[in-house]
């Protein structure tokens, strides 16, 4: 294993940090400093060959991947222990660098130090009841495939990173080799070509494909995503890996409209488990001025189950309406919850439709059930929101109320 120098790990750190800052407008007037750096450790020892070449601009685009940054690190050592004078020109321009990040330091530091003070002062007059929350940056997790369904979601995706501030994560699974490169190559392109047009970074990021679902959620962990987004262009088998998410999968088929999220259906079954969905109508709430249509179907036997599921109902409407929430009951003349659900969003024309997962065991494990399935295929220009209830909650839900 070869020796990597304090030198070479501050070096890379440093050319990390340019290329975050290079997208910061904090950074404006620096912007041609940080350049320079970038593009003399770019073109003065990684233009050496195609190889070096490709590893520099694989770095510069995931800049967080270890592996990455390690194969950085091995080419930058090599070329720095064959031309000694090149380390001493680095110092020199690092020397500017760590200059400009002092200033930047030393100037958020004088700035957010009062309006701790002014933030606090203010909290101590309002009262609690009526103080705004304020929402956190969220972390926005999108299984990407090179295909026009994963376009969708990465639109949505774009939509919520303007709206919340959002940070989005692409992963991309693939086998080693040509898959592995070719995947790398495309995906610089298309952060290359967000950033261009919307102003927005991707994380961008290649995993080893693995054998299940429950793997593929694991090996994302690491991304602390407060929901992810899926594209699909019909009921495909990676949809079962909603059933091993520990955060909410929003599932769309199209591309997001003007109001994203206008009309929302919030179906009515027996479990009560479905309460649980209400954290979600009160986080985006806080996002959206939506109006809920709460559905049900008009023939519900035997009397338990129907019982069951008018108490859900009483439930839901009184929530609603304590939280001055726009929303209507509607009854559909069927006897299915699942053609309720879909007549429903066809009805109103929904923009998103809120579904808490029946969990469906097979040999394999959880599957996403026919329910759901039915619904995907009978809402093609709607989005589905699918819920958890027992597990991790992110951005759309914290906690759960019954």
Known sequence: MRFISDFTIETTKYIKKCVEWKINDDFEA??????????????????????TKQVFEDFEMTPDDEQLKGMFQVCLEIVLSEKEDLEIDIKKILRTIKKIEQKHVAKKQTILEPEKTIKKEVRQKESPAVATEEIEKQKILIYWEFDSASDFALEYGIRFAKELKAEISLVHFATKGRDHILGIKKLREIVQNVYSKDGIRLNAKIKEKVKDFAEMTKATENINADFAIMGVSEATKKLNLIHYSDIPVLVVQTSPREEVFGKIVFPIDRRKEIKSKLNFVKALSKLYKSKYYVCLPKKISPEIIRKQTENNLHYVESYLRQTSIENETVIIDTKS?????????????????????????????????????????????????????????????TGVMY
């Open 30 to 51: 620096e912007k041609r400093y940080l350049s320079n750096f970038i593009n003399f450790v770019k073109f003065r020892i990684f233009s050496k060959n195609k190889i």
């Open 337 to 397: 919850n699942t053609e309720a659900a879909y007549k429903c969003a066809n009805q109103i024309n929904a923009d998103l439709i809120l579904i808490l997962p029946h969990e469906k065991a097979n040999f394999s494990g959880y599957v996403l059930s026919g329910e759901e399935k039915t619904i995907l295929k009978n809402s093609p220009n709607t989005a589905i929101l699918f819920t958890t209830s027992n597990k991790k909650h992110g951005t759309f839900g």
